[in-house]
Protein backbone atom coordinates (compact mmCIF):
# COMPACT_ATOMS: atom_id res chain seq x y z
CA UNK A 1 0.00 0.00 0.00
CA UNK A 2 1.05 3.85 -0.17
CA UNK A 3 -0.95 7.00 0.87
CA UNK A 4 -0.63 10.75 0.60
CA UNK A 5 -2.45 13.07 2.29
CA UNK A 6 -2.87 16.80 2.39
CA UNK A 7 -0.91 18.85 5.14
CA UNK A 8 -2.73 22.41 5.23
CA UNK A 9 -0.42 25.07 7.20
CA UNK A 10 -2.12 27.41 10.57
CA UNK A 11 -1.61 30.88 10.35
CA UNK A 12 2.23 31.91 9.63
CA UNK A 13 2.64 28.72 8.84
CA UNK A 14 2.92 27.92 12.74
CA UNK A 15 1.66 24.44 12.00
CA UNK A 16 0.76 21.36 9.52
CA UNK A 17 -2.41 19.73 10.06
CA UNK A 18 -3.98 16.76 8.21
CA UNK A 19 -7.21 14.93 8.39
CA UNK A 20 -7.34 11.53 10.47
CA UNK A 21 -9.98 9.22 10.30
CA UNK A 22 -10.54 7.24 13.81
CA UNK A 23 -13.27 4.84 14.49
CA UNK A 24 -16.36 3.28 13.34
CA UNK A 25 -18.11 5.51 12.15
CA UNK A 26 -15.17 7.80 11.26
CA UNK A 27 -14.40 10.98 12.65
CA UNK A 28 -12.06 12.74 10.73
CA UNK A 29 -10.04 15.36 12.65
CA UNK A 30 -7.06 17.45 11.77
CA UNK A 31 -4.13 16.55 13.56
CA UNK A 32 -0.64 18.18 13.42
CA UNK A 33 1.80 15.73 12.42
CA UNK A 34 4.77 15.89 14.89
CA UNK A 35 8.29 14.00 13.97
CA UNK A 36 9.44 15.18 17.26
CA UNK A 37 7.05 13.50 19.59
CA UNK A 38 5.56 9.68 19.64
CA UNK A 39 1.98 9.92 20.84
CA UNK A 40 -1.05 10.04 18.94
CA UNK A 41 -3.47 11.77 21.33
CA UNK A 42 -7.05 12.98 19.73
CA UNK A 43 -9.37 16.10 21.42
CA UNK A 44 -12.15 13.10 23.53
CA UNK A 45 -15.49 13.27 24.78
CA UNK A 46 -13.56 12.54 28.40
CA UNK A 47 -12.72 16.42 28.37
CA UNK A 48 -14.68 18.72 29.87
CA UNK A 49 -17.10 20.68 27.95
CA UNK A 50 -15.13 23.90 28.50
CA UNK A 51 -11.77 22.52 27.56
CA UNK A 52 -13.54 20.77 24.11
CA UNK A 53 -14.97 24.08 22.15
CA UNK A 54 -14.21 24.80 19.39
CA UNK A 55 -12.70 21.44 18.93
CA UNK A 56 -13.91 18.38 17.03
CA UNK A 57 -13.32 15.32 19.09
CA UNK A 58 -13.04 11.37 19.71
CA UNK A 59 -16.11 9.73 21.34
CA UNK A 60 -15.26 6.14 21.78
CA UNK A 61 -18.55 4.81 22.87
CA UNK A 62 -19.69 5.64 19.46
CA UNK A 63 -17.40 3.99 17.45
CA UNK A 64 -17.93 0.02 17.24
CA UNK A 65 -14.38 -0.40 16.57
CA UNK A 66 -13.16 1.08 19.45
CA UNK A 67 -11.87 -1.55 22.64
CA UNK A 68 -9.97 0.48 26.24
CA UNK A 69 -6.46 -0.55 26.51
CA UNK A 70 -7.21 -1.28 30.00
CA UNK A 71 -5.16 0.29 33.03
CA UNK A 72 -3.14 2.04 30.39
CA UNK A 73 -2.43 6.00 30.16
CA UNK A 74 -0.91 8.83 28.71
CA UNK A 75 0.87 12.22 29.74
CA UNK A 76 2.74 14.42 27.72
CA UNK A 77 4.41 17.43 27.38
CA UNK A 78 6.16 19.75 24.34
CA UNK A 79 9.17 22.35 24.11
CA UNK A 80 6.56 25.07 24.71
CA UNK A 81 5.26 23.50 27.87
CA UNK A 82 2.07 22.55 26.97
CA UNK A 83 0.83 19.48 27.80
CA UNK A 84 -2.04 16.87 27.54
CA UNK A 85 -3.02 13.55 29.15
CA UNK A 86 -5.45 10.62 29.74
CA UNK A 87 -6.72 7.30 29.00
CA UNK A 88 -6.04 4.73 25.99
CA UNK A 89 -8.49 3.23 23.09
CA UNK A 90 -7.25 0.58 20.47
CA UNK A 91 -8.87 1.83 17.18
CA UNK A 92 -8.88 2.06 13.47
CA UNK A 93 -6.68 5.28 12.38
CA UNK A 94 -7.02 5.75 8.93
CA UNK A 95 -4.50 8.22 7.10
CA UNK A 96 -3.90 9.17 3.26
CA UNK A 97 -6.20 5.99 2.27
CA UNK A 98 -4.09 3.94 4.70
CA UNK A 99 -5.85 1.74 7.53
CA UNK A 100 -4.45 0.38 11.06
CA UNK A 101 -6.91 -1.73 12.27
CA UNK A 102 -5.41 -2.30 15.79
CA UNK A 103 -4.11 1.71 16.64
CA UNK A 104 -3.47 3.07 19.73
CA UNK A 105 -5.52 6.35 20.29
CA UNK A 106 -4.69 8.63 22.95
CA UNK A 107 -7.75 9.93 24.20
CA UNK A 108 -7.75 13.47 26.14
CA UNK A 109 -9.37 13.57 29.55
CA UNK A 110 -7.04 16.92 30.15
CA UNK A 111 -5.25 19.46 27.90
CA UNK A 112 -3.10 22.79 28.48
CA UNK A 113 -4.88 26.37 27.67
CA UNK A 114 -2.35 26.24 24.50
CA UNK A 115 -4.75 23.19 23.50
CA UNK A 116 -7.72 24.50 23.91
CA UNK A 117 -6.72 28.04 21.99
CA UNK A 118 -5.46 26.22 18.98
CA UNK A 119 -8.47 25.60 17.25
CA UNK A 120 -6.50 24.30 14.64
CA UNK A 121 -6.00 20.73 15.04
CA UNK A 122 -7.63 18.66 17.50
CA UNK A 123 -4.90 16.56 18.63
CA UNK A 124 -1.45 15.21 17.06
CA UNK A 125 0.18 12.44 15.42
CA UNK A 126 3.88 11.53 16.42
CA UNK A 127 6.09 10.21 13.93
CA UNK A 128 9.11 10.09 16.10
CA UNK A 129 10.50 6.38 17.10
CA UNK A 130 8.48 4.84 19.92
CA UNK A 131 11.43 4.98 22.68
CA UNK A 132 9.70 8.45 23.83
CA UNK A 133 6.25 7.29 23.63
CA UNK A 134 4.58 8.55 26.86
CA UNK A 135 2.06 5.61 27.53
CA UNK A 136 2.06 3.48 30.60
CA UNK A 137 3.08 1.21 31.59
CA UNK A 138 3.71 -0.40 28.65
CA UNK A 139 4.86 2.21 25.34
CA UNK A 140 2.08 1.60 22.03
CA UNK A 141 3.62 1.85 18.63
CA UNK A 142 3.05 5.13 16.23
CA UNK A 143 0.81 4.86 13.70
CA UNK A 144 3.46 4.56 10.95
CA UNK A 145 5.35 1.76 13.59
CA UNK A 146 2.04 -0.15 12.80
CA UNK A 147 1.23 0.76 8.99
CA UNK A 148 5.19 -0.32 8.13
CA UNK A 149 4.08 -3.44 7.25
CA UNK A 150 1.34 -2.67 4.65
CA UNK A 151 4.31 -0.24 2.41
CA UNK A 152 6.58 -1.30 0.36
CA UNK A 153 9.10 0.69 2.02
CA UNK A 154 9.40 2.07 5.56
CA UNK A 155 9.32 5.44 4.81
CA UNK A 156 7.44 8.81 4.69
CA UNK A 157 8.16 11.90 3.39
CA UNK A 158 7.21 15.70 4.30
CA UNK A 159 6.70 18.22 1.40
CA UNK A 160 5.68 21.54 3.44
CA UNK A 161 4.78 24.52 1.50
CA UNK A 162 5.20 28.29 2.49
CA UNK A 163 1.77 29.68 2.94
CA UNK A 164 0.32 27.03 1.15
CA UNK A 165 -0.95 23.07 1.27
CA UNK A 166 1.68 20.57 1.27
CA UNK A 167 1.61 16.48 1.80
CA UNK A 168 2.97 14.04 3.57
CA UNK A 169 3.25 10.40 1.57
CA UNK A 170 3.61 7.50 2.38
CA UNK A 171 5.53 4.27 1.37
CA UNK A 172 7.08 5.52 -1.19
CA UNK A 173 9.36 8.85 -2.34
CA UNK A 174 7.68 10.92 -5.39
CA UNK A 175 10.26 12.19 -7.77
CA UNK A 176 7.89 14.79 -8.82
CA UNK A 177 7.90 16.39 -5.66
CA UNK A 178 11.60 17.26 -5.45
CA UNK A 179 14.49 18.14 -8.07
CA UNK A 180 18.02 17.00 -8.28
CA UNK A 181 18.98 14.03 -5.97
CA UNK A 182 18.35 13.35 -2.16
CA UNK A 183 21.17 13.39 0.13
CA UNK A 184 20.81 11.37 3.26
CA UNK A 185 22.34 11.58 6.46
CA UNK A 186 22.45 8.69 9.35
CA UNK A 187 20.20 9.20 12.32
CA UNK A 188 21.19 8.81 15.88
CA UNK A 189 17.22 7.58 17.05
CA UNK A 190 19.09 7.12 20.68
CA UNK A 191 17.38 9.90 22.03
CA UNK A 192 14.05 8.58 20.03
CA UNK A 193 14.11 11.74 18.25
CA UNK A 194 15.18 12.22 14.05
CA UNK A 195 18.77 13.35 15.15
CA UNK A 196 21.35 13.72 13.36
CA UNK A 197 24.72 16.12 12.01
CA UNK A 198 24.54 18.61 10.48
CA UNK A 199 27.83 19.20 8.14
CA UNK A 200 27.90 23.64 8.48
CA UNK A 201 25.84 26.94 7.74
CA UNK A 202 26.82 29.72 5.74
CA UNK A 203 24.70 33.40 5.98
CA UNK A 204 23.78 34.82 2.57
CA UNK A 205 26.21 34.79 0.04
CA UNK A 206 29.13 34.09 2.89
CA UNK A 207 31.68 31.70 3.71
CA UNK A 208 30.29 28.62 4.28
CA UNK A 209 31.68 27.38 8.06
CA UNK A 210 31.74 23.51 8.13
CA UNK A 211 31.42 22.41 11.62
CA UNK A 212 29.42 19.43 12.93
CA UNK A 213 25.44 20.66 14.48
CA UNK A 214 23.60 18.28 16.17
CA UNK A 215 20.36 18.98 15.26
CA UNK A 216 16.49 16.87 15.27
CA UNK A 217 14.09 17.41 12.31
CA UNK A 218 10.65 18.41 13.77
CA UNK A 219 8.32 19.27 11.78
CA UNK A 220 5.94 20.03 15.11
CA UNK A 221 8.01 22.64 15.90
CA UNK A 222 7.47 26.15 14.04
CA UNK A 223 11.07 28.06 13.96
CA UNK A 224 14.75 26.81 13.67
CA UNK A 225 16.61 26.76 16.69
CA UNK A 226 20.50 26.42 16.64
CA UNK A 227 23.48 27.47 18.63
CA UNK A 228 23.58 31.27 19.75
CA UNK A 229 27.06 31.83 18.08
CA UNK A 230 25.37 30.79 14.71
CA UNK A 231 22.42 32.66 15.42
CA UNK A 232 24.34 36.01 16.52
CA UNK A 233 26.29 35.57 13.08
CA UNK A 234 22.88 35.74 11.13
CA UNK A 235 21.52 38.76 12.75
CA UNK A 236 24.86 40.57 12.65
CA UNK A 237 23.91 40.94 9.22
CA UNK A 238 20.07 42.24 9.40
CA UNK A 239 20.50 45.83 10.06
CA UNK A 240 18.36 47.28 12.96
CA UNK A 241 18.36 43.74 14.10
CA UNK A 242 18.07 43.04 18.31
CA UNK A 243 17.52 39.61 20.75
CA UNK A 244 14.71 41.54 22.45
CA UNK A 245 13.54 39.83 25.64
CA UNK A 246 9.98 40.89 25.73
CA UNK A 247 10.01 39.86 22.05
CA UNK A 248 11.04 36.55 23.23
CA UNK A 249 14.09 36.61 20.47
CA UNK A 250 15.45 38.02 17.61
CA UNK A 251 13.18 41.05 16.04
CA UNK A 252 14.22 43.41 13.46
CA UNK A 253 12.40 46.28 11.16
CA UNK A 254 9.92 44.37 8.70
CA UNK A 255 11.15 46.19 6.43
CA UNK A 256 14.62 44.66 6.71
CA UNK A 257 16.01 42.25 3.40
CA UNK A 258 16.94 38.74 5.34
CA UNK A 259 19.80 37.01 4.11
CA UNK A 260 19.28 33.10 2.94
CA UNK A 261 20.50 30.57 5.91
CA UNK A 262 22.32 27.68 4.64
CA UNK A 263 22.43 24.16 6.18
CA UNK A 264 24.64 22.02 5.14
CA UNK A 265 23.88 18.04 4.86
CA UNK A 266 27.02 16.21 3.62
CA UNK A 267 27.96 17.92 0.99
CA UNK A 268 24.35 18.78 -0.22
CA UNK A 269 23.87 22.88 0.81
CA UNK A 270 20.22 23.28 1.92
CA UNK A 271 18.89 27.04 1.44
CA UNK A 272 16.50 28.32 3.42
CA UNK A 273 15.07 31.66 1.16
CA UNK A 274 15.72 35.30 3.33
CA UNK A 275 12.09 35.61 3.01
CA UNK A 276 11.08 32.48 5.24
CA UNK A 277 13.24 33.59 8.01
CA UNK A 278 10.85 37.06 8.26
CA UNK A 279 8.47 34.80 10.28
CA UNK A 280 5.43 36.86 11.46
CA UNK A 281 5.17 40.44 12.73
CA UNK A 282 5.83 40.92 15.89
CA UNK A 283 4.67 44.69 17.46
CA UNK A 284 4.62 48.00 15.74
CA UNK A 285 7.12 47.94 13.00
CA UNK A 286 9.25 45.25 13.55
CA UNK A 287 9.14 41.40 12.92
CA UNK A 288 9.67 38.64 14.62
CA UNK A 289 12.77 36.10 13.05
CA UNK A 290 11.97 32.30 11.81
CA UNK A 291 15.73 31.66 13.14
CA UNK A 292 16.23 32.22 16.81
CA UNK A 293 18.40 30.72 19.47
CA UNK A 294 18.34 27.29 21.35
CA UNK A 295 19.46 28.45 24.37
CA UNK A 296 17.59 26.97 26.99
CA UNK A 297 16.44 23.95 24.65
CA UNK A 298 18.91 21.66 25.00
CA UNK A 299 19.44 20.76 21.35
CA UNK A 300 18.87 22.27 18.08
CA UNK A 301 15.72 22.19 15.62
CA UNK A 302 15.39 22.40 11.97
CA UNK A 303 11.67 23.39 12.78
CA UNK A 304 8.86 24.15 9.72
CA UNK A 305 10.54 27.58 8.88
CA UNK A 306 13.61 24.98 7.23
CA UNK A 307 11.45 21.97 6.59
CA UNK A 308 9.59 23.78 4.16
CA UNK A 309 12.39 24.75 1.64
CA UNK A 310 13.11 20.88 1.38
CA UNK A 311 11.61 17.94 0.17
CA UNK A 312 12.68 15.57 3.33
CA UNK A 313 12.74 11.63 3.45
CA UNK A 314 12.20 9.67 7.18
CA UNK A 315 13.46 6.06 6.45
CA UNK A 316 12.68 4.63 9.53
CA UNK A 317 14.47 0.86 7.87
CA UNK A 318 18.01 2.05 8.57
CA UNK A 319 17.52 4.70 10.02
CA UNK A 320 18.18 7.98 7.98
CA UNK A 321 16.80 10.94 6.53
CA UNK A 322 17.12 12.27 3.02
CA UNK A 323 16.57 15.90 2.01
CA UNK A 324 16.66 17.79 -1.52
CA UNK A 325 15.43 21.07 -2.77
CA UNK A 326 11.39 21.16 -2.85
C1 LIG B 1 -0.64 24.02 21.19
C2 LIG B 1 0.58 23.21 20.74
C3 LIG B 1 1.75 23.23 21.49
C4 LIG B 1 2.86 22.48 21.09
C5 LIG B 1 2.77 21.71 19.95
C6 LIG B 1 3.92 20.94 19.49
N1 LIG B 1 3.83 19.91 18.65
O1 LIG B 1 5.06 19.45 18.43
C7 LIG B 1 5.89 20.24 19.12
C8 LIG B 1 7.37 20.08 19.00
C9 LIG B 1 8.11 20.36 20.27
C10 LIG B 1 8.52 19.03 20.78
O2 LIG B 1 7.96 18.86 22.02
C11 LIG B 1 8.00 17.99 19.82
N2 LIG B 1 7.70 18.72 18.59
N3 LIG B 1 5.23 21.17 19.80
C12 LIG B 1 1.61 21.69 19.19
C13 LIG B 1 0.53 22.44 19.60
F1 LIG B 1 -0.62 22.43 18.92
Not at 37 to 46: G, N, T
Not at 258 to 287: D, E, Q
Amino acid sequence: AQGSVTASPSQYDGEYDCPVTVGTPGVTLPLDFDTGSSDLWVFSSELPASERSGHAYYTSSSSSTSKLDSGETWDISYGDGSGAEGNIYIDKVTIGGITVTSQAVEAAESVSSEFVSDTSNDGLVGFAFDSINTASPNHVQTWFGNAEAQLASPVFTANLKKGKAGNYNFGYIDSSEYTGSITYATINSANGFWEFSASGYAVGSGAFSSQSIDVIADTGTTLIYLPAAIVKAYYAKVSGSSNSASAGGYIFPCSATLPSLTIGIGSYKAVVPGTFLNYAPNTGSTCFGGLQSNAGIGLSILGDVFLKSQFVVFNQGVPKIGFAPG
